[in-house]
């Protein structure tokens, strides 16, 4: 027994980060071309792919030769004069790996259709997929398509108008650390803008599953998310559900009054077009200023995203946990009928932290599982009755979701935020306690 489960602690595995950094803007006309020429190709293939079904039966490698055979021809077919019956026309010479890629990019999207085609003629209720069309697809960079990669600047394979060109492109990001892996970078391109996104592979020490976990690991974290000024609560265990610590994540409050400073630029910037004739003229403009807003409350909400499951991990790796619970929000939210959670999705940020949370723990070697939210926040987690909810100098009720408080009619009472964290991870202890 003692050999299995130190065979299970030493499994290590690996996760991928993509690192985005943006290029300096020159030659963006070549980057424009470059894209076009590949998505032409990527088309190309899928349009054969489309008509020869057969070729998706075979693995990638084996797929990839029969495409080149058949789009390129072989030696001994240029040998007896003959041409490939699915050649590539009216474009330049491909080089190799920018060929590759884009059948590789082809396969991926050929595949995809066939499998929806499928699911959707078992089940005719769902959406009929569309075929590709109009293709956008960003370009995938393979080995000799870009060089002399290093910190700050990269050099790349692009068509110019007229021939194949390598240039040197500077870049501003994140620095990838040392000693990790590189896979294929993506170039994207956003607006008047590209951007280089770069797949970075780094190892995980840890990759047990949570049955393997819960047979060594005597503590874990249950977090609740309630969205007001305090944006998680986290709650360290023992198996039999005796609470260790707490920890409360606030900065809901801060990350409120940037929203609204942008949602009052919103109403002012309508003040002053009122007495603007041009009805016209004031719906652009304000279409546009609306998006711009809208953008900065995303990037505003996403700022905070990350930077609540940061803490949570640190917080986590401080005190050596390697189990994290968090409730299950998938399709269960109705905000219409929530409103503490202020009746809409774009505001709430649980599924965000959550979505964070998951990968940045994995990279750490700890692992996030769910549970379902039934009764997470209406339950008292100490007795099971249902609880009232109530802020100071207010008449406590069980429909009162904006209440931070709680009591319940067995005279427990404190804090409703930690006790739904209480409630997830007892919840979830009770399937160990059970076998």
Known sequence: MEKKESIAENRTGCA?????????????????????IYNQVVWHYYQVLMDETQILEQSNFLALRTLEEIS????????????PIWKLQNLPKIPLYFRRSAINMALGLARSYVVSKERWQQDINRRMPSPAAGLDCSIVLYKGMYRNFCENSIELKLYNGEKWVWVTYPYTGRKIPKGYKILSPTLKVEKHHTFLHIPVETKVEDIRTINERMETEELICAISFPDNDCLAVCVIMNKKGKIK??????????????????????????????????????????GRENQDIYKKIEQINQYYAHQVSREIIKYCVKNKIKVVIVPNYENTINFQTKGYLKTNG?????RAIIRNLKYKAFQKGIVVTTIRPYHIADSCSECGAKIQRYNEGHKASQNYYGGQLYQCPNGHKGNAAL?????????????????
């Open 245 to 286: 610590e707490s920890h409360f994540i606030h900065g809901g409050a801060e990350r409120e009054e940037k929203r609204q400073k942008q949602l009052k630029r919103l109403e002012k910037s309508k003040e002053s077009r009122k007495d603007d004739g041009n009805k016209q003229k004031i719906e652009q403009n304000t």
């Open 72 to 83: 390129i021809g072989t030696k001994e077919m240029k040998a007896r004069g003959e041409e």
């Open 16 to 36: 991928t980060v993509t690192y985005k950094s943006r290029l300096y803007d020159r030659h963006q006309d070549w980057i424009f071309y470059t894209k076009q």
């Open 419 to 435: 006790n739904s964290a209480k409630n997830i991870g007892r919840y979830f202890l009770r399937r160990f306690q059970n076998e």
């Open 346 to 350: 774009f505001h709430w940020q649980g």
